[in-house]
Nanobody
């Protein structure tokens, strides 16, 4: 069993930055593909970024590519999402996910098929 706890969300002005963290307990993250997803009010959960178990390969949605960076520290059992140049449309609850498949598979899985989810952290970007 893996428990994921996100932190780092908050209120920021457009153009600002935030860094989200996702700390895992229970098992090492070194064998898991990890991802960040988000859900805005009234919308479905959507993919944001993913990283392979090794940390070598990263994947981004077109809406965040060039602004967000995902990274993984297996020694600290932590995944990060550095968010730059935030926009009001980035406002959502951000969820961390872990899956024993590959990152490309994680991206395409329906939410109920993902192995583990965190509880989410709110990010609000004001204009």
């Amino acid at each position: 069993q893996v428990q994921l706890v996100e932190s780092g969300g908050g209120l920021v002005q457009a153009g600002g930055s935030l860094r989200l963290s996702c700390v895992a307990s229970g098992r090492t993250l070194s064998a898991y593909a990890m991802g960040w997803f988000r859900q805005a009010p009234g919308k479905e959960r959507e993919f944001v970024a993913a990283i392979s178990w090794s940390g070598v390969n990263t994947y981004y949605s077109t809406s965040v590519k060039g602004r967000f960076t995902i990274s993984k520290d297996n020694a600290k059992n932590t995944v990060y999402l550095q968010m730059e140049n935030l926009k009001p449309e980035d406002t959502a609850i951000y969820y961390c996910a872990a899956d024993r498949s590959t990152a490309p598979v994680l991206i395409s899985l329906p939410p109920h098929r993902v192995d583990y989810w965190g509880q989410g952290t709110q990010v609000t970007v004001s204009s």
